[in-house]
């Protein structure tokens, strides 16, 4: 669900990508999630 919220607002990221912010870089992580959730 997350990936499809990320292509509606048009941001081009891989899972692979996205796996490694999450893990070397929280802070940028759940900007990119507050961004796209609206949360």
Do not use: C, W
């Amino acid at each position: 669900m997350f990936i499809n919220l990320l292509k509606k607002q048009q941001i081009t990221i891989n899972r692979k990508m996205l796996s490694e912010i999450a893990i070397h870089d929280h802070e940028a992580f759940k900007k990119l999630v507050k961004e796209v959730t609206g949360k």
